[in-house]
């Protein structure tokens, strides 16, 4: 007897993903030209998409495109649903979850992170023979920080889509609101000005690389044309002037100091007189 297959297509990646989520909430979007497409939904929300993703929504079943316009089909909340609670339960037993508190406009907000997606977390695991840990802890510190001011002046990478609100049509708090995210924004672009300019030229770009773009060692080597294992050894020098500028060392105490012969101080019990 045999068994009834699922029709349920194969996990997709991230983009297809994001694409569903997208759709399942908006449940039908404009799409613009070229490539990139861009979706814009009823409610305003916009986001980028690679016209291949779409292509392949498509013809998994999962999207339904008429002319210029991309609608969630009748399954895809039932593949999403599938989707993660499958992937959820595979995906643990290669992650190194850690809980960390972020900024949100709504306040601070405690968030699970994948270490081990980050190439300088696996970096801080790396030790030498002597069991020494390759980069220290301030350089690490240090490499954190830039990524914070990097996502939070809204530099990051559009990798798959970009979620753009409107400020069209939002009430006097939200807008207030939305001010006072842009004031982060350029503090935060300020701050990474700053220690763009404290590594310099020559080792910022890796930094910004590894750190803020999650970009691997061996990626970052190939893409500037590096020797093999240089990467290593720039973005540790890199981290350690980001941690002295962070975290500059105390200035030195100025120390008095006199000279004269021997005796060229007064004998002020002599001035004014010794007690018997």
Known sequence: MNEKKSAMPAPAGR?????????????????????PLSLKS??????????????????LGLAVRNGDELS?????????????????GYQDQHRDIAART?????????????????????????????????????????????????????????LTMSWEPRLAGRNG?????????????????????AAIEAMGPELAGVALDVCCFMKGLETV???RQWPVRSAKLMLRAALMALSRHYAPAPPPQRRSHSWGAEGFRPDMADRFGRAD
């Open 15 to 35: 983009p297809l993903a994001a694409l569903l989520r997208f759709l399942a909430t908006a449940g039908k979007a404009k799409l613009g030209a070229g490539d």
């Open 42 to 59: 009823e409610g305003g929300r916009t986001a980028t998409v690679a016209a291949d993703v779409v292509r392949e929504a498509v013809r």
């Open 72 to 88: 969630a089909a009748a399954g895809t909340r039932t593949y999403l649903r599938r989707l993660l609670a499958g992937v959820e």
């Open 102 to 158: 972020v900024d949100t406009a709504s306040g601070r907000q405690a968030v699970r992170v994948n270490q081990l997606e980050s190439p300088l977390s696996a970096l801080a695991r790396l030790k030498d023979k002597a069991g020494t840990p390759y980069l220290g802890e301030s350089a690490v510190a240090a490499g954190e920080r830039l990524a914070r001011d990097f996502l939070r002046c809204g530099l990051q990478p559009r």
């Open 173 to 193: 708090g939200e807008l207030g609101q939305a001010r006072e995210i842009s004031d982060t924004a350029v503090a935060a672009r300020q701050r990474l000005q």
């Open 221 to 223: 080597e190939r893409e």
